[in-house]
């Protein structure tokens, strides 16, 4: 099976302009992992209607029903993360190593990504938003570094 790849969108291309190594339309790594989960949500959602947030709520980010959602999302990311550190044994106390088994972790990680890539689904965050929130954050980190916050 191969990768079912996105390109970017056009709002996502924009925040490019005047980048030179970057040419519109290639593939976009978080756009293809969005579209992925947006399908499989959509499967579920045939399958489990009434397990599921219909898809015509997505978004609407002050509905009681997606901000349960949302909640209960942020919180399965939460236990995938902790699944994903007790794979992690090497503790600052214990006298000897112990192998990570690594493939163990990766999965658990990968858990966590498909519920928190869900969840942004489901509060309407597109990777778009995803990407101009991350920088604007990383402007202010930056300044602040720069200013000895």
Known sequence: MSIPWSKSDSNFDELWLG???RPAGVPDILQTMF?????HMEK????????????ELWGDIDN??????VREF????VEELYEAINHLKNKPWKQTDKTTDLGAFHEE?????HFWI???IIAGIDPTAVFR?????TLINKERQSNGY
């Open 19 to 21: 980048e030179p190594d």
């Open 35 to 39: 579209k992925q989960q947006r399908e």
């Open 44 to 55: 579920y959602a045939e399958i489990a209607p009434d397990a599921q947030v219909p898809p």
């Open 64 to 69: 009681r029903q997606v901000q349960a959602a």
């Open 74 to 77: 942020a919180s399965y990311t």
């Open 109 to 113: 990680l990968a858990d966590a990504w």
């Open 118 to 120: 869900e969840m942004h």
């Open 133 to 137: 929130a991350y920088f604007a954050k």
